[in-house]
């Protein structure tokens, strides 16, 4: 294979993957506690016969921004975000605990306290928040579940558990495809009692959309130049196979 369409055709394969991960950043501008993806290139030299002077770029996925976004406020009982540093522990669909920082809490038709997207909710005690049926649900700066029983008095209030919180030290923790934080040995991490949470906030993405948007472009415009040496290579390819057929 000709080595400038080799170059070509791998610069042109980086670049869509640099723009995936741009893409995936833009399309969860508005999406609650999403932390943006980091993208950059290593170059990776030629292997082969010859002189060693040819390299190539190599994109990759190698962080996420772990900046805290914006406070929304939503007035919302059972919306939280947590305040600083820290994550909320809950059961990906694998069964193993995950971590997030997207607040916006519901009750499932079992009764299990869950994230929007399903996800239950990891107590402190190390199970899955259960709810019984009650009137009146609070969430305290430390994770602390207050509910108002069903039919009971306005004055009898029960605590009934604690959202599990947590910090990581920094590598600790890397994104899965499920968009959630997991630990690299899937061995779940120790309740945190400094890390606070604020109800009726939620938090916004920290994507900033104008700096996506602009590498999305310059992607494409050398998505675009990649493709012209490629085009460029064969035409030479060609000039030189009319040459050949002349001798």
Do not use: C
């Not at 991960?21 to 980091?38: E, R, S, V």
């Not at 193993?96 to 009764?111: D, P």
């Not at 509910?147 to 600790?172: C, F, M, S």
């Amino acid at each position: 294979m000709d080595k400038v369409l080799y170059l070509a055709m791998s610069g042109a394969r980086e670049n869509m993957r640099s723009q995936q991960a741009h893409a995936n950043n833009l399309a969860n501008a508005t999406t609650t506690g999403f932390k943006a993806d980091f993208a950059q290139a290593r170059a990776m030299q030629v292997e082969g016969d010859g002189f060693a002077s040819r390299v190539y770029a190599m994109a990759e996925r190698p962080g996420t921004d772990m900046s805290s976004g914006t406070m929304m406020q939503t007035g919302r009982s059972m919306d939280v975000a947590i305040d600083g540093d820290g994550w909320m522990a809950v059961i990906d669909a694998n069964g193993n605990e995950a971590y997030t920082r997207q607040g916006e809490l519901q009750v499932n038709q079992f009764n299990q306290l869950v994230t929007r997207s399903g996800d239950r909710v990891m107590g402190n005690g190390g199970i899955p928040i259960t709810l019984p049926p009650f009137e009146k649900l609070d969430i305290g700066g430390d994770g602390t579940i207050t509910i108002k029983p069903a039919g009971e008095a306005a004055t009898e209030l029960a605590i009934l558990d604690r959202i599990k919180l947590v910090k990581a030290e920094p590598g600790q923790l890397f994104k899965g495809v499920d968009g959630m934080m997991h630990s690299g040995n899937n061995q779940p991490l120790l309740p945190a009692n400094d890390v606070k949470v604020r109800s009726g906030f939620l938090e916004s993405s920290n994507v900033n959309s104008i700096s996506e948007l602009t590498s999305v472009i310059d992607l494409a415009r050398q998505f675009e130049m990649h493709v012209k040496m490629m085009k460029t290579a064969e035409e030479n390819s060609s000039a030189a196979a009319r040459i050949l057929s002349l001798q």
